[in-house]
């Protein structure tokens, strides 16, 4: 079941902010969050485990509502180099490790001066 | 850190060729995903192994077969490349710390094949 990424691309001026969600009908157990710059490999930016708190990384957060089974990623004071596309990735269960993630159809984010 | 590594990294082919990709893991991983995508799409996934046995499949057509050898890398075989083909595809390692469904997967470079 792949996952909903909303919204499909948005624009930023540098220093605004942006909120990236991705959700399932399926319950969530762990969300992967990826960053691609065009022709370039995903990145890995940070995992979300249900029960687990909100991470960061540096200006970029993230937080897990399992009541929504939904996921949202939080760029803060954007910079030029958050620009590309954001992956949210979902693996099928609790004990579903060596498994295939699986992306929602990502989100373009693109930060100009 | 050492990365996954990929190659070739850039690959020209004719229609009804074959062609052959390679994937090294991080050392210790013990998993290995292939992946396509397409222009503008998300990674679609093909296959993948666990200790060198096929653990998933994915949409990888019957034209494809992958496997994953003694030293852990893996190999992804395409034959008669139809001009569809033509994509990024991306090999990615983990290891399984029994950590279930936090196992976190590292992404190569990528291959990417042309077919004319």
């Known amino acids: 079941q792949q996952p909903v990424q909303s919204p499909q691309a948005v624009i930023l001026r540098e220093g605004e902010d942006a909120v990236?969600?991705?959700?399932?009908?399926?319950?969530?157990?762990?969300?992967?969050?990826?960053?691609?710059k065009h022709g370039e490999a995903p990145v890995f930016l940070m995992i979300l485990l249900?029960?687990?708190e909100q991470k960061g990384h540096e200006k970029i957060s993230a937080s897990f509502n399992e009541k929504k089974q939904q996921s949202s990623l939080y760029l803060t004071a954007?910079?030029?180099?958050?620009?590309?596309?954001?992956?949210?990735?979902?693996?099928?269960?609790i004990y579903s490790g060596n498994t295939?993630?699986?992306?929602?159809?990502?989100?373009?984010?693109?930060?100009?001066? | 850190a050492a990365g996954v590594i990929q190659s070739p990294r850039h690959l020209i082919k004719e229609k009804r060729e074959t062609a052959t990709l390679k994937c090294y893991p991080i050392p210790r991983h013990?998993?290995?995903?292939?992946?396509?995508?397409?222009?503008?799409?998300?990674?679609?996934?093909?296959?993948?192994?666990?200790?060198?046995?096929?653990s998933d499949k994915g949409s990888i057509p019957d034209r494809f077969s992958a496997q994953q050898f003694s030293d852990y890398h893996s190999e992804l075989n395409m034959s008669s490349l139809e001009l569809g083909d033509s994509a990024l595809y991306f090999c990615a390692s983990s290891f399984s710390l029994a950590r279930g469904a936090a196992d976190t997967q590292y992404f190569g470079p990528g291959t990417r094949l042309t077919v004319l």
């Open chain 1, 20 to 36: 990236i969600n991705c959700s399932s009908s399926k319950a969530l157990y762990s969300v992967h969050w990826y960053r691609q």
């Open chain 1, 50 to 52: 249900k029960g687990g």
């Open chain 1, 78 to 93: 954007s910079q030029l180099s958050y620009s590309g596309t954001y992956f949210c990735g979902t693996r099928r269960g």
């Open chain 1, 100 to 113: 295939p993630l699986v992306f929602g159809k990502g989100t373009r984010l693109s930060v100009i001066a």
């Open chain 2, 30 to 54: 013990d998993t290995v995903y292939w992946y396509q995508q397409g222009p503008g799409q998300d990674p679609q996934f093909l296959i993948s192994f666990y200790e060198k046995m096929q």
